[in-house]
């Protein structure tokens, strides 16, 4: 059974906090997404992955970096917490023009 | 940037009956595909349907796709109080990199 994990499904922070996502993927796939939901305003792409330690930049990606060591794991970063980024924060991963496969998302409080 | 747009926003019916959503789209595409989601979960993906192909069934859906409208439809046969969820349509741009671009979503309520 094909699996996107992410590291945690809910989570806590303070703001100036750095915060850490993992997501881990089983699928061999080269391509690895983050995408943050809010209500109203769908999904909406941070970072994207398209190999091992290449990236680039979504519709969103102010306040946050990435980094992809191993083409399993694709980590989303927020150099300092702020409010603004409590989200519902979804990873996904990809071969090719197919079909993607979600994480569970991790649900992000900064107080 | 948002490729694929959902109409209705919001969608109730009842048990049994059928549901029709609809996804309009802005530029040339590879593919379409629709996704399901429910409540605090992550995306789960139920059909997808090439350029070149106008209708696809897997169970109780059908999808089709008219590119000379930019336009897509998931239709949901006899309904039930489980397929209540979030829907969403996903496009390839033709010529593009390979991420989706999602539209907002589609909320359907099926009551029991």
């Known amino acids: 059974d094909v699996k996107v994990t992410q590291s945690s499904r809910y989570l806590v922070k303070r703001t100036g906090e750095k915060v850490f996502l993992e997501c881990v993927q089983d699928?061999?796939?080269?391509?690895m997404f983050w995408y943050r939901q809010d209500p109203g305003l769908g999904l909406r792409l941070i970072y994207f992955?398209?190999?091992?330690?290449?990236?680039e930049k979504g519709d969103i990606p102010e306040g946050y970096s990435v980094s992809r060591e191993k083409k399993e794991r694709f980590s989303l970063i927020l150099e300092s917490a702020s409010t603004n980024q409590t989200s519902m924060y979804l990873c996904?991963?990809?071969?090719?023009?197919?079909?993607?496969?979600f994480g569970p998302g991790t649900r992000l409080t900064v107080l | 940037s948002q490729q694929g747009e959902e109409d209705p926003q919001a969608l109730s019916i009842q048990e049994g009956e059928n549901a029709t959503m609809n996804c309009s789209y802005k530029?040339?595409?590879?593919?379409l595909q629709w996704y399901r989601q429910n409540s605090g979960r992550g995306l789960v993906h139920l059909i997808l349907?090439?350029?070149?192909?106008r209708e696809k069934h897997s169970g109780r859906l059908r999808v089709t796709l008219d590119t000379s409208k930019k336009s897509s439809s998931l239709l949901i046969t006899a309904s039930r109080a489980a397929d209540t969820a979030s829907y969403f349509c996903?496009?390839?741009?033709?010529?593009?990199?390979?991420?989706?671009?999602f539209g907002k979503g589609t909320k359907l309520t099926v009551n029991p």
């Open positions: 996904a991963s990809r071969r090719g023009y197919n079909e993607q496969f």
């Open positions: 699928m061999d796939h080269e391509n």
């Open positions: 992955s398209y190999d091992v330690k290449m990236k």
């Open positions: 530029t040339s595409i590879n593919n």
């Open positions: 349907i090439r350029s070149n192909e």
């Open positions: 996903a496009t390839d741009e033709e010529g593009g990199s390979e991420k989706l671009v």
